[in-house]
């Protein structure tokens, strides 16, 4: 019997201590219970940035070097996976779980005033086992230990200035640790100049010129401030970590911002294959994947600017068929969301009014005030852009009703600027081009266009350049669209503007400048676009022209195709050879054309197991509708199968696993504790992954995993 004194004391340091004896549980406690919890690999092409620590394991430090260069590339999740294989060979590790804190306790969370203990509990968790083990470690290891426990203590006022200083005070004690210059550098961004945070960047980067945690802090550091200053990291940042989806990202958000839009497709493009790959070959869903939404709504946006209207729109609507779940970062289908964003930005700049208002291309979800609110206006668009303008007007005039009746008639800033856009080009549609025009210059006025990517379709000014040089009011056209480059530097649909604009002036020379700009960044451009073709038939547009702040390579998406795919799809599932309870073999291959929900559960021993089995067999008439099997797969004998009292009663085929083969190949085995998990996964009709959740805990809500196999079968096509 557990000592009582020995059991409070155990207790008092927080979850990750706390005794667990459900079956599939971690021993250590329910910090364990999430994230990875199998064996990590030797990942290539991360960088080089070792990090001695104490252990008694030197194999252990391998593993830590490799969490700590995956954390300067904010991969957190694999990180983690590294941090938890140094505590399997050293279980004292102190700096072991003071990395596993870091991978939830970063860079984001640094102006954070409260960190939620939902969500971070884990983390400061593992970091109260580092505290507790500050006394096994050297005074620099006791330091940066302390940093964590001091920046990320609950109630800190100024969270983020405070760790910029605990960071100094580490860097100025050890001027020769250039890992502690490298966190300075990163957690100084914003809180002094950034000519000042590079300093401290540049001192790492003269001890060690590919650091990659180095350039990813230099792109950071001028993203937002002067994004030419960080074309040198941009260039490097890639080449330090080439095996790193985000290292090859970063780059794209500088380039993007400058306007070399060739080279920021590059960037995005081979992020987003890298990323497919590893998740392909890792069987990660893009919701496991913090990034990858992320990076590929930016490509969207790219290609967007290069005028690949198809390829923007084949990537939006690839996340918008993708599983939906909370990721890793806690965020709620964010591949749904950034997908949504994505497709209708596309459809609006590329003035796809017919598909916009077509049912069932735009899955508007009208429950959500966001939508509610923005569905009208992206409509009123459309019906205005269609020469509808009766049922635009009509649209405007109850949208304006509704607004008036509304506590939150303003809608948002992004709503509020929308709305007068539509109104602007509904006015100037019926002839009112005057009053048009002040509509768009008060949206102007609260334009501040951008983002990360944009979610607006375009800067307001370039629209202002459009009604003016349809006014053919000339001079006012070009400086509009001159106010448009500055926000968006070589966007293609200005320079067509440009080029119109000048050539009606009379004046070809610059005409043809801008003319060739635009055939330079339309080189892969979709044909037939009416931008590039009233260029061309005004004779203009014979030379492609960069005009750049650097060379730039020429995007070619077939030269990239050794990264790995440009566009997901779900992977096959891994092979699965069990037997039944007469001892008979099943694979998937006998159930191809229907949808299977693939169970792992622990036995009938663990009553969550069957509690879970029990909830799933009572709407076992449901998954038949829907075209789904039901597989539950664990460890017993087929005989004890046949055997089981528990579950003798429920409609579910049981099947048997020998040692775990098949566990392990479905990624539901502890490989770090030698222990079972419980996992369900869902495979559609053709044999492929679409949804899974494993852990301590069986997934038991049966609403959920009916939505999920009813996006799946609503959405066969969209990923073929």
């Known amino acids: 019997m557990l000592n009582l004194a020995v059991a409070i004391a155990l207790l008092s340091v927080g979850n990750i201590a706390t005794l667990d004896d459900d079956p599939g549980h971690s021993e250590h406690g329910s910090a364990f219970d999430s994230g990875m919890r199998t064996r990590p690999w030797v990942i290539k092409g991360i960088g080089d940035t070792p990090f001695p620590i104490t252990t008694k394991s030197p194999e252990a430090q391998v593993w830590f070097n490799q969490g700590n260069a995956l954390l300067h590339s904010f991969w957190f999740e694999e990180a983690e996976r590294s941090f938890r294989w140094c505590l399997k060979l050293d279980k004292d590790c102190a700096m072991a779980y003071w990395g596993l804190a870091r991978c939830g306790l970063t860079w984001f969370e640094r102006g954070s005033g409260h960190i939620d203990d939902t969500k971070f509990g884990r983390y400061k968790s593992f970091l109260k086992e580092a505290v507790k083990r500050e006394g096994t470690v050297s005074d620099r290891e006791k330091m940066y230990i302390e940093v964590w426990a001091k920046g990320f203590a609950d109630g800190v006022s100024g969270r ?49 010129p590919m650091h990659p945690g180095a350039h990813h802090a230099s792109i950071h550091n001028w993203d937002e401030a002067d994004p030419a200053k960080a074309i040198k990291s941009c260039q490097l940042y890639g080449k330090a970590a080439p095996g790193v989806g985000h290292a090859l990202h970063m780059p794209g958000h500088i380039y993007s911002k400058i306007g070399m839009w060739h ?63 909370v990721d890793a ?57 269609q020469g509808n303008l009766v049922e635009a007007r009509k649209q405007l005039t109850g949208l304006k009703a509704t607004y008036e009746k509304e506590s939150d008639k303003g809608a948002g800033a992004e709503s509020g600027l929308m709305f007068r856009v539509a109104e602007g080009k509904l006015l100037i549609a019926e002839g009112k081009t005057a009053e048009g025009l002040k509509q768009f210059d008060a949206a102007a006025s609260s334009d501040s266009f951008g983002g990360d990517p944009p979610d607006q379709p375009w800067p307001v000014s370039r629209l202002i350049g459009d009604a ?114 007469d001892g008979k073999r099943v694979t998937l291959n006998q159930f191809l054309g229907k949808n299977v929900l693939l169970v792992f559960y622990l036995g009938d021993y663990c009553i969550h197991c069957v509690q879970q089995l029990e909830a799933i067999n009572k709407r076992m008439k449901e998954f038949e509708q829907d075209n789904t099997v039901v597989l539950a797969v ?18 579910i085929t049981l099947l048997s696993d020998k040692n775990h083969e098949n566990a392990r190949r479905f990624a539901s085995y502890d490989d770090f504790e030698n222990l079972e998990l419980h996992s369900t996964i869902l495979i559609d009709p053709a044999g492929r992954v679409r949804w899974k959740r494993s852990g301590g805990d069986p997934f038991s809500n049966i609403d959920f995993l009916l939505k999920q196999i009813r996006h799946v079968n609503g959405g066969q096509r969209a990923v073929e």
């Open 468 to 581: 003016y040089l349809a006014a053919k009011n000339y001079p006012a056209a070009v400086k509009a669209y001159d106010k448009a480059l500055l926000k968006e530097p070589n966007d293609g649909f200005t320079l067509s503007g440009l080029a119109k604009t000048y050539h009606a002036m009379g004046d070809d020379t610059k005409a043809e400048i801008f003319a060739d700009r635009l055939v330079y960044e339309w080189s892969n451009a979709d044909p037939g676009l009416r931008w590039m073709s009233e260029v061309k038939a005004f004779g203009l547009g014979k030379q492609p022209v960069a005009e750049t702040l650097t060379p730039e390579r020429k995007y070619d998406p077939n030269s990239l195709r050794r990264f790995g795919p440009s566009n997901w799809k779900p992977f096959d599932a891994p092979k699965l050879d069990v037997r039944d309870v």
């Open 329 to 385: 970062r806690g965020s709620d289908s964010r591949a749904e969301h950034e997908g949504f964003k994505a497709l209708i930005r596309a459809l609006i700049k590329f003035e796809r009014w017919d598909d916009l208002l077509r049912p069932g291309v735009v899955p508007w979800a009208d429950g959500e005030s966001g939508d509610r609110r923005r569905r009208p206006i992206d409509e009123i668009l459309a019906l205005t852009g």
């Open 634 to 651: 664990c460890s017993a004998s087929p005989a004890k199968n046949k055997e089981s009292v528990a579950l003798g009663d429920v409609r």
């Open 263 to 325: 080279e920021a497709a590059i960037s995005m493009d081979s992020a987003t294959r890298t990323e497919l790959k590893y998740m392909n070959e890792r069987l990660a869903l893009p919701y496991e994947n913090w990034d990858y939404a992320h990076n590929r709504n930016y490509l969207c946006n790219i290609q967007e600017q290069l005028g690949m209207a198809e390829a923007s729109l084949r990537g939006a609507r690839d996340m918008l068929a993708s599983p939906r779940d």
């Open 160 to 208: 983020s200035h405070k760790l910029m200083e605990l960071l100094q005070s580490l860097a100025a004690k050890y001027p020769d640790d250039i890992e502690a210059k490298a966190l300075l550098g990163l957690f100084s961004i914003g809180e002094i100049s950034a000519a000042e945070t590079q300093k401290t960047i540049d001192e790492v980067l003269a001890k060690n």
